[in-house]
Nanobody, 124 residues
Framework: QVQLVESGGGLVQAGGSLKLSCAASGRSFSNYRMAWFRQAPGKERDFVAATSRSDITTAYADSVKGRFTISRDNAKSTVYLQMNNLKPEDTAVYYC?????????????????WGQGTQVTVSS
């Protein structure tokens, strides 16, 4: 089992940057594929980015390609989301998620463990 704690959210102007962190506790962080999701008020939780156990394979939602970068440091049991050129439509609660499986399905139901979320607000 793994516990996840996100940090780094906040209020930023459009065009600005933020870097989110997700610290994992528990055993064998490198055994988990990791992802970031986000949920805006009144909307479903959407996939943002994912990385494989070794950080070799990454995937992104079309809406964030070229602006967001996911990475992980297995020695620190932490996954990051660097967000650049932020837009008001990026405003949401951002969640990190972990899964011990080997699926390439990035829907929320395929991830077993979730953090509590961190708010990101982008002003226009």
């Amino acid at each position: 089992q793994v516990q996840l704690v996100e940090s780094g959210g906040g209020l930023v102007q459009a065009g600005g940057s933020l870097k989110l962190s997700c610290a994992a506790s528990g055993r064998s962080f490198s055994n988990y594929r990791m992802a970031w999701f986000r949920q805006a008020p009144g909307k479903e939780r959407d996939f943002v980015a994912a990385t494989s156990r070794s950080d070799i394979t990454t995937a992104y939602a079309d809406s964030v390609k070229g602006r967001f970068t996911i990475s992980r440091d297995n020695a620190k049991s932490t996954v990051y989301l660097q967000m650049n050129n932020l837009k008001p439509e990026d405003t949401a609660v951002y969640y990190c998620a972990a899964d011990r499986g080997y699926s390439s399905d990035y829907t929320p139901r395929t991830y077993d463990y979730w953090g509590q979320g961190t708010q990101v607000t982008v002003s226009s």
